[in-house]
């Protein structure tokens, strides 16, 4: 399963065949390969890749000696993606991976976490109705209401939608395809919205429903 890091740039349209297409773009890439981990030695098979070259001072020496084993420059993000045993063998250590793994049609899967809302009542963060304006109520409007009886079962059910944190939280959406695909700036434009605010990290995989 082939997959790249990347940044998400912004949302814009293009026209396909006189119809407009909402696109999200994303710039993947430069990544390099940091490190393969195989079945034998650890268990599973996946492929570790940097991605956001940074200045060496903003690592860990730990970092710092990991990179340089593999002739890697300093970068700012590392990330693993789960790949088949017999994939293992396209990824040499040191490897640049750029946006042409990915070509116009392919459907993806983009991993990214949302935008951070804080602390939020029910009304925003399920969608709640508010309750009645009038029958005397002052302060009721925007509050959840009941949560559950009192006698039986005598306490609130694991689960029940509440106030509290929104956002913030890893996301995935699968199945968007790829519209455009620009391997000089390493930039690809997928349809639809992907999660996260702009300028934040992605993980764009191939998807795992084809079709």
């Known amino acids: 399963m082939k997959g790249i890091l ?34 034998e030695r650890d268990g599973y098979a996946a492929v570790q890749l940097g991605f956001g070259e940074t200045k060496p001072r903003r690592l860990t020496k730990g970092e710092l000696q990991h990179l340089r084993k593999n002739q890697v420059p300093a970068v700012q993000h590392l990330r693993e993606i789960r790949v088949g045993s017999q994939e293992l063998e396209d990824y040499q250590l040191g490897q640049k991976v750029s946006a042409d793994i990915f070509a116009t049609g392919d459907l993806v899967d983009v991993t990214g ?8 009542g029910g009304v925003r963060r399920h969608g709640f109705n508010r309750q009645p304006k009038t029958h005397g109520q002052s302060d009721r409007e925007r509050a959840p209401g009941a949560a559950g009886a009192g006698s039986t079962p005598g306490r609130t059910y694991k689960g029940h939608r509440m106030p509290g944190q929104m956002g913030n939280h890893q996301v995935t959406v699968q199945g968007l395809a790829v519209v455009r695909v620009d391997a ?18 992605v993980v764009v995989r191939e998807a795992r429903k084809q079709g």
């Open 6 to 39: 990347g940044r998400k740039i912004g949302m814009t349209q293009v026209f396909e065949e006189g119809i407009v297409v909402p696109v999200t773009v994303i710039q993947v890439g430069p990544c390099y390969v940091t490190q393969t981990k195989t079945p």
């Open 113 to 120: 976490v949302s935008k951070g809302r804080g602390f939020q």
């Open 184 to 201: 000089e700036s390493n930039m690809i434009a997928v349809r639809g919205a992907i999660p996260g605010p702009k300028g934040g990290l």
